[in-house]
């Protein structure tokens, strides 16, 4: 319980800092959330990942789109979620073109990361760690996990991640964290505008559904130090 305290109390600081690291500081400026996703009125371009990626993450992600249609930019700072959540707002991420940003007191781990990838142009100068599926993903049959696992790969491929980056999240046991140095941020081009291939029309701009599913992140918490 006392790191699940921490870990909340680190993203709300987080989120604090990621506003100032966007040019707010007008506290009496209006802020909506949807799940996950902040929108902050002074910053109508902008938009905001601060908490656990959801099942729910693309719809709620999509709600928050389509109430702002100025949002260009999303700012992550999650310790992860549910990899299916996180694939499918991954999804809605790179059909929209959205530039995807990891501030330097931010972090974006575990299912995060599907997010940033996801990214028409990335910026990490926190922290972005990756790491296997975790079994808390709920009772996955062998052949199933290795469909989600296909999935995983299938979307790095679109997002032109390094293939070095996707074995290094494959290979790293679900309970450790591998959280990506200077060097290899530079070396696998993490930052880098990745190429964009034929852009899917999946996802059109339709009023979103209320959504009725429980919220799970489904992920084991894990902060550096422990």
Known sequence: ??????FAVSLSVGCFVVFLSAGITDANAKTKRYGSFVYHSKKQDTL?????ITLKAAGDLRKALWHHPRVRVLYLNSGGGKVQGGLEAADVIYDRQIETIVSKKGQCYSSCAFLYFAGQKRTVKGRLGVHQMSGNEGPVQLGSAQS?????????????????????M????????????????ARFGINERPKRQVR?????????????EESDTGVRIWSPGR
């Open 170 to 185: 494959l290979r790293t046991p679900h309970q450790n964290m591998h959280v990506f140095s200077k060097n290899e941020i």
């Open 48 to 52: 905001f990942l601060n908490g656990p």
């Open 1 to 6: 319980m006392r790191s699940l305290r921490a």
């Open 148 to 168: 989600l696992i296909s999935h995983v790969v299938a979307a790095m491929n679109k997002f032109d991640v390094d293939p070095r980056v996707t074995e290094i």
């Open 200 to 212: 899917s029309s999946r996802y059109k701009l339709i009023a979103p559904q209320p959504a009725t």
